[in-house]
């Protein structure tokens, strides 16, 4: 019987330490103003977890994998700063949300040889030819005639807001190619 009771004393000493230390860890983190999410997820498991709340700052801020950033700043109407994380990247997806960015920002003459680019790397991709013909579409023309190949972001929203013709939006989405098992595959 002694030993019985020796046996579950030690249960209970264990039991009781574990959930000391437990206590003392959950003090600790809040003390520090810091969250579980942060002690025990990837900044790339909290930035993901952000995108798909749709807070995508906040997202952008977190990731640390510069594609998905990229893809974040885009979300959140930072064109700028997505392209230039895009602009580091010579895959069909970097060229082609590189030339989304630009065009957003108004920038078609530079939307252009990016669209071209993710076209040589994937010809029969539909979603970049039409992109690159609305960039193409999208420089406006001058008094006599030629392409005006600059403009401001002002101009930009002035035309899309009176054209037929709208800015695209990102096609890549990268949640579907992370359900597909190859991070940044395309169909």
């Known amino acids: 019987m002694r030993a ?3 046996g579950k004393a030690r249960l209970i000493g264990g039991f009781a330490a574990a959930a000391i230390f437990g206590a003392i860890v959950f003090f600790v983190l809040i003390m520090d103003n810091l969250s579980l999410t942060t002690f ?12 798909q709340k749709e807070r995508y700052l906040q997202s952008a801020e977190t990731f ?3 594609l998905w950033q990229a893809t974040a700043w885009y979300r959140a109407g930072e064109f700028k700063k997505a392209a230039g994380v895009f602009t580091g990247f010579d895959t069909v997806e970097g060229a082609f949300n590189h030339g ?3 065009t957003m920002q108004g920038k ?3 939307a252009i040889p990016r669209y071209e680019r993710a076209l040589a790397l994937k010809p029969e991709w539909k979603d ?5 013909a609305i960039a193409r579409q999208g420089l406006p023309k001058n ?10 972001p002002e101009t930009h929203l002035r035309m899309a807001l009176t054209s037929d013709i709208k800015p695209p939006l990102l096609v890549v989405d990268p949640e579907r190619f992370y359900r597909s098992g190859e991070k940044w595959a395309v169909d």
Do not use: H
């Not at 025990?40 to 952000?50: I, N």
């Not at 005639?145 to 403009?151: A, L, N, V």
């Open 4 to 6: 019985w009771l020796k």
């Open 40 to 51: 025990f997820l990837t900044p790339d498991q909290q930035g993901s977890f952000l995108f």
């Open 64 to 66: 640390r994998d510069p």
């Open 100 to 102: 989304n960015a630009l």
């Open 108 to 110: 078609y003459a530079e």
């Open 128 to 132: 970049a030819r039409v992109n690159l």
């Open 143 to 152: 008094s006599n005639g030629s392409r005006i190949t600059d403009m401001s």
